[in-house]
Each structure stands twice: as structure tokens, then as C-alpha cells.
């Protein structure tokens, strides 16, 4: 027995050492630092190795003959179809390796550990409840981790564990389990193959409340998972992979986190995520796992706790959001939150975005994680950086509109705006409206530059006024202020309209028909158009009027409003 950072591990060497002919036992005696072996090699033909955490060493310079092999197996147990031993109530496992002939040419002696205190890492985890996958490289200890969570869920929670122990490793050989396990009970399976009936056996049969499993890999051992998943019973795992990415590009184990298809979606659908093509990849159902733990070294792990928000970023190219937990000094647990940079998202330009004018019902906002919350704060701080980045002076580009006439409305009003011909400088574009319907090159240029692009309906200095107003966040003059339509013959309207411009009236009917007919009768928020900030300014007092909320987001030039039921 002895201690590794105030973790207590029993190992039980003097039942393995045994087996090794008397030679190799001896110098490997003599080597020492027995505490860090992790196996011991033995190939016909070749000197035997001693593998530690930190390095590997030969035993020997003579190799090891066929009587120093048959000399082992003699001593061990029954070798099983997956070509595994063990020693009776102890966790080492022995491994052969056979010629075609069927004799065994070659032994690797594994030292198997019982560590009490490896579940301190994630303790909190199993305390909820919910489905854990454990996922790594061999020799990392998701078996021994395995093993010290199914004792504390039965000692310390007095819950029914049954364990599935298809190859005797996490309650060792022999028909009486090691102690390491505690009051869980374990089932063993006769065949590897048949690892997937006995799970489903194991919930019909013994009733229990968690169930832990060592390697699933096969398919029909992870459907066998979701089918035990899906009648609430917890489950604790182990996958082949070191990452949960590796499970997305595995068909055969993708079921564990959701399954992954592929999704064709409609032409508006595309545009409204801003995608370049139709066809792209989701998760179809929710994950087995609800948390996950990629054990990348030894006593320091990365925890999704979310595993569904994790691979729904993945698949969108995000990196995920994750923690790290390590034993530091001491034997105290060390977590540290790791966030994803924070990209702001260049919405693509709105040309043919619901072309057709109807508006489309959107999912009801789920609440938001930390995370996603961060990333809006960000976001929207970042629209309004045209006038934090030159507080004194905006250098606006202008496209299709005469450079006098916007001079002289930039003098006749005293507007803090310089006029650039260098699109890299420019902080915004102003461009003539039925230029921009045309130009999709200019739209490109303004997505690479980050630029937001305003339009004017023609070009005069009324109208590249009232627009520079509303870029600067200036109010309009008061004799400008109409309270009524002619065109749109629509008084009500006109009471929440800034000026006289079809754009105001016309954006102010849209949220008018979402509200009367979307939101109140079917009670389902909607997305508008996109629209400048001083337009969403009236539509938000518009729906205030009908006691409902709404609130703007995207980047410019595709901020737009959601509007909600109350």
C-alpha cells in the first residue's frame, strides 16, 4: 500500500511479482520505485521491459525463452477469449499474445490499483446524478477512476451500483469481487461480444440505480447505453477516444454524444444562419452522456459539463467552453474555467433574406449559459464601436451619392463626419438605396471591412441630412416630426413615426403584423427585418404599446428586432 498525492492506493504487487520467473522478479526487486510500475513485457526472443509512468527500462540483456513464458502461464488463470487472466481477488491484469498455432509467445503483466480519493476530482459530478463518460488514452486511469466512483455511489450514497466487468478489470479475477468496489455488485461477462446483452440483463433484472461500464465499443453496446440511458438509470463510462471530438468522427460510437446526420436545410434557412452551403451537420437527439471528462494526464482532467452545448459548437466550428480540475499541493482540487475567444460574427448581407416579406415564427429563447451570455455582451458592445473607435470625427465612404451635396450637408449641420475615398479607413459606407439592391460586390467589400452600410433613398442634401442624424444618433429637428401618413393612411402609425420616409412607415406596418397577427393570437415571438438603430427605435415603441417585449440583436447591418408574447 502506499500514497500518491494524498490518494491511498492498494496494489497488491506481492500477489503479481510471483508469476514473473525468478530472475526477472529479482532485478525488477532491485530496480526499485515498484510504486510507479505500470507493467511488465514479455516477448519470446526479446529482453524484458519494465514500463513506469515516466519511462521504460530493460530488465535484462538475455531474452526471454519460451519456458520463462509457459512458466507464467502456469501460474496465472484461465485465459478467456479476449486473451486476458487474472489473479484470483486482485485488479492485475495479464494479457497473452499467441502465434498462429495458438501458443502463447508473449505476456504483458499489468499492475492493477485500487486508488481511493481519484473521485475527489470530480465528486460534485456523480453527485448529480447525471450520466458521466470518462474518456482518454490507455494508462490514463479511467478504470481505476471507474472503479473508485462505483464504491463511493454505493458506500457513501447508498445507491444500487451494478457493475459490467467484461473483462474482470474493475473488480478483478475470480468469482468474488475485489473490495476496492465496495458494495457495488458486479455482473461478468462470459464473452466480450455479449457485453451489450448483459447491460440491458443488468436493468431488467437487478434494478439498479447506476450502472457502470468499462470500453463501450460497438454499436450495439452504445445503443444498448441509450436504451439504459432513456429509463433513467445513471451511467458512468468508459469510450475509446481521447476527445469528444474523436466520438463525432466515429459512426459507430457517435450515438453516445446525440449521433451525427446530416441536414439539408431550405434556401431561407441558409440565409438566415448565414451559411455558404445547405447541407451541414447537426446532432440528431440528445447525448447518452450528459458530462464528460477527457483525462489527458494523470490527476488533471478537462470537464464538459454540458456535453450537448459542447458538440453543438464543435459541429459549428466554435472551440467549447471547458474546465480543468488538477490535484494541486496538498491533495486540494484545482479547477480553473477555460472561456473560448469570443468571435463577433459578420452576418452576411441581407439581400433575398425573406425576400418574400412574410415573417417566420422563431423558436422560443432557451435560457442562456454563461458562456453564450459573454459572447452577447461582447457582441453588442461591439456594434457601437463606429463611434468609441474616433470620438471626435466618423470617415464615412460614400457610394453612388455626390461628394458636393454630402459636403454641403455635413457643413450646413456641423456633423462630426469626414469623408474618406479608402474603403480601409472608412468607419461606415453611405450608399445610394438602389445601388446597394444591385451591388453585390459592394456588400463583399463592406463584409471584409467589418463596415455597416447605411443607405439614402436619393441623393440630396435633405436626405443624406436626416441620414448622417440618424447614423450620429442626433435628433431630428422638431419641424421634421410627423404624426401622421398620407401615403400609408395609417394615423396610428404616423403617432410613432420620427419622420415622413417610407422606410419609417413601412417598418413600423411589419412590426404592426407581427404583433396582430403572429404574436398575440399564436402566441410566438418573431423576428423583423433588419433595420438602422433609429428605425428599431420606433418599432420598440411600437410594440411597447401593445404591452409586449423586444429586444435587438445581430451585428449591423443586420441588427434587427425579436418581439415576444407576454
Not at 529482453?47 to 538475455?62: G, K
Not at 447541407?279 to 488533471?300: C, N, Q, W
Not at 415564427?361 to 455582451?377: E, I, N
Amino acid at each position: 500500500m502506499s500514497t500518491i498525492n494524498r490518494q491511498q492506493v492498494t496494489d497488491n504487487l506481492d500477489q503479481l511479482l510471483p508469476i514473473l520467473p525468478p530472475h526477472i522478479r529479482q532485478i525488477l526487486e532491485d530496480k526499485g520505485n515498484l510504486d510507479n510500475l505500470v507493467e511488465v513485457v514479455m516477448d519470446l526472443g526479446r529482453p524484458p521491459e519494465a514500463r513506469y509512468f515516466d519511462r521504460t527500462i530493460y530488465l535484462d540483456q538475455e531474452p526471454v525463452s519460451q519456458a520463462d513464458i509457459d512458466q507464467s502461464v502456469k501460474r496465472v488463470g484461465e485465459f478467456g477469449g479476449d486473451n486476458r487472466a487474472g489473479i484470483e481477488r486482485t485488479l492485475h491484469r495479464i494479457s497473452a499474445m499467441r502465434n498462429r498455432k495458438g501458443m502463447i509467445i508473449g505476456l504483458t503483466c499489468r499492475v492493477g490499483r485500487a486508488v481511493y480519493g481519484t473521485v475527489n476530482l470530480i465528486q460534485d459530478l456523480v453527485e448529480t446524478g447525471k450520466s458521466l463518460l470518462l474518456l482518454g488514452r490507455p494508462g490514463m486511469g479511467k478504470t481505476t477512476a471507474l472503479r473508485e466512483i462505483a464504491r463511493v455511489l454505493a458506500d457513501e450514497f447508498g445507491k444500487r451500483v451494478v457493475i459490467i466487468d467484461s473483462s474482470n478489470e474493475i473488480a478483478g479475477d475470480g468469482d468474488i469481487p475485489h473490495p476496492a468496489i465496495g458494495r457495488a455488485r458486479r455482473m461478468q461477462v462470459a464473452k466480450p461480444e455479449l457485453q451489450h446483452q448483459v447491460m440491458i440483463e443488468a436493468v431488467e433484472n437487478h434494478m439498479p440505480e447506476v450502472i457502470v461500464i468499462d470500453e463501450i465499443g460497438t454499436e450495439l453496446e452504445a445503443l444498448a447505453a441509450r436504451t439504459i440511458a432513456e429509463r433513467g438509470v445513471q451511467l458512468v463510462g468508459t469510450a475509446h477516444g481521447n476527445q469528444l471530438a474523436n466520438l463525432i468522427k466515429n459512426p459507430t460510437l457517435s450515438d453516445l454524444i446525440g449521433g451525427i446526420q446530416s441536414v439539408t436545410l431550405g434556401d431561407e434557412e441558409m440565409r438566415r444562419r448565414g451559411l455558404p452551403q445547405k447541407s451541414i451537420l447537426e446532432r440528431g437527439a440528445d447525448p447518452t452522456f450528459e458530462i464528460a471528462v477527457e483525462m489527458t494526464e494523470r490527476y488533471r482532467w478537462i470537464v464538459h459539463q454540458n456535453v450537448a452545448e459542447t458538440i453543438d459548437g464543435l459541429l459549428r466550428g466554435r472551440i467549447p467552453a471547458f474546465q480543468i480540475r488538477w490535484v494541486g499541493e496538498g491533495g486540494k482540487v484545482q479547477i480553473t474555467e477555460e472561456l473560448p475567444p469570443v468571435e463577433v460574427i459578420k452576418n452576411p448581407s441581407p439581400k433575398g433574406w425573406r425576400a418574400n416579406g412574410n415573417m417566420q415564427p422563431v423558436p422560443v429563447p432557451q435560457t442562456p449559459s454563461p458562456v453564450s451570455m459573454l459572447a452577447k455582451s461582447i457582441q453588442e458592445d461591439s456594434n457601437n464601436y463606429i463611434l468609441e473607435s474616433d470620438p471626435e470625427t466618423m470617415r464615412l465612404f460614400l457610394y453612388a451619392i455626390s461628394q458636393n451635396l454630402a459636403e454641403e450637408a455635413i457643413a450646413a449641420q456641423d456633423l462630426p463626419v469626414r469623408i474618406t475615398k479608402d474603403l480601409d479607413e472608412a468607419d461606415m459606407v453611405l450608399a445610394l438605396r438602389s445601388q446597394v439592391r444591385s451591388q453585390s460586390k459592394l456588400r463583399q467589400l463592406a463584409d471584409t471591412h467589418s463596415l455597416p452600410i447605411h443607405t439614402v433613398k436619393s441623393s440630396t442634401v435633405a436626405h443624406i441630412s436626416r441620414a448622417l442624424r440618424r447614423i450620429l444618433h442626433i435628433d431630428e429637428p422638431e419641424h421634421l416630426t410627423t404624426f401622421s401618413n398620407v401615403n400609408n393612411g395609417n394615423s396610428e402609425l404616423g403617432m410613432f413615426a420620427h419622420g415622413d420616409s417610407e422606410d419609417e412607415m413601412e417598418a413600423l406596418e411589419e412590426a404592426r403584423l407581427a404583433v396582430e397577427t403572429i404574436v398575440l393570437p399564436k402566441r410566438q415571438p418573431v423576428e423583423l427585418l433588419p433595420r438602422s438603430s433609429f428605425i428599431r427605435r420606433m418599432q420598440h415603441e411600437l410594440v411597447e404599446h401593445y404591452n409586449l417585449r423586444s429586444d435587438s440583436f445581430g451585428t449591423e447591418p443586420n441588427r434587427r428586432l425579436r418581439i415576444y408574447p407576454s
